[in-house]
């Protein structure tokens, strides 16, 4: 009787916690501690067992991930993150943040030093050689940062002058993308490895502009909105995915299975209007996730 009572009552806290949903989750064979079980040997366990997990994001993105005064970074990346951390059974105090600029998200998905990303991190064919992406759970697009007053950049093309500076990001996909559009690679792109220092160029009058994905973009114009303001329109298509280990397809299905979920079911949504949603950003239509 008492057990029937226990189980009514973990079946109900399994429905509140959305858990219906990941049910493929293989939950009920493993030997994972906490709340949740999971499969044997699959990194949901590995994880759920040590109650901590190291996430990689972004500290210099308004809206998606930017560390502040609390000392941890908050953003749109931050929340999908804490979305899948929970779905794992780990408290939300157990996170390690570590800080992952464009360049080095692969390697510290290869090496270990994460156990996945969610930093603006763009699915591509090139990066999916080296590592696999749940999502994509956005899509943004590459866009310009001028100053508010410049009337003389308007697209991508306004670099064809063959004198404007541009500043964009090691390795990240604007930076291979606007070089199809400047004149002259050398002298007119510039740079840096995190976009704060391009944000900072533009302001102090060393670069004419800065590119990357819209929304990053945007959360700079939200903070500086008397410096800033983007110029034209999107001209490329970024959808955003959750970096794992490549080889790692029983975690990267957990995390497309959770996605999808919250997509649905309004924590997704609530992520959104919480963060990057206050910044004149658009969410649109929740993307299909791609199960390659
Ligand atoms: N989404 C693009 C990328 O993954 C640009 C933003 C970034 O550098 O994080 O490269």
Redesign the pocket.
């Given at each position: 009787m008492r057990m029937k009572r226990m189980a009514a009552v973990a079946a109900a806290a399994a429905l509140a916690l959305g858990m219906t949903a990941c049910g493929d989750n293989k939950g009920d064979e493993g030997t994972g501690s906490g709340s949740k079980s999971f499969a044997a040997g699959s990194t949901m366990e590995r994880l759920s067992k040590a109650q901590k997990i190291k996430v990689g994001t972004?500290f210099d993105?308004p809206g998606f991930g930017l560390k502040g005064l609390s000392g941890k970074p908050e953003g749109f990346d931050v929340e999908v993150a804490k979305i899948i951390v929970k779905e794992l059974g780990i408290p939300e105090d157990k996170i390690e943040y570590v800080e992952t600029?464009?360049k080095v998200?692969e390697d510290k998905i290869v090496d270990g030093s994460v156990d996945l990303v969610a930093?603006?991190?763009?699915i591509?064919d090139k990066?999916k050689e080296r590592i696999a992406f749940a999502g994509p759970y956005y899509e943004?697009g590459?866009n310009i940062l001028v100053k508010k007053d410049d009337t003389t950049i308007t697209g991508p093309d306004s670099f064809q002058d063959g004198t404007k500076k541009v500043c964009?990001?090691t390795?990240?996909?604007?930076?291979e993308e606007i070089k199809k559009h400047v004149k002259d690679v050398a002298t007119q792109l510039v740079l840096f490895d995190t976009?704060d220092k391009c944000r900072d160029a533009l302001k102090g009058g060393q670069v004419d502009a800065v590119t990357?994905?819209n929304v990053?973009l945007l959360g700079y114009v939200a903070k500086d909105e008397a410096s800033f303001k983007l110029a034209g329109e999107n001209f490329t298509k970024?959808p955003?995915g959750i970096g794992v280990k490549k080889e790692d397809t029983d975690f990267r299905n957990f995390i497309n299975d959770v996605l999808e979920k919250a997509m649905q079911d309004g924590r997704w949504k609530k992520a959104w209007d919480d963060t990057a949603g206050k910044f004149g950003a658009q969410l649109g239509t929740a993307p299909t996730i791609n199960r390659y």
């Open positions: 972004k993105q600029p464009s998200r930093a603006t991190y763009t591509n990066r943004a590459q964009s990001v390795g990240s996909t604007p930076a976009y990357t994905d990053i970024e955003y």
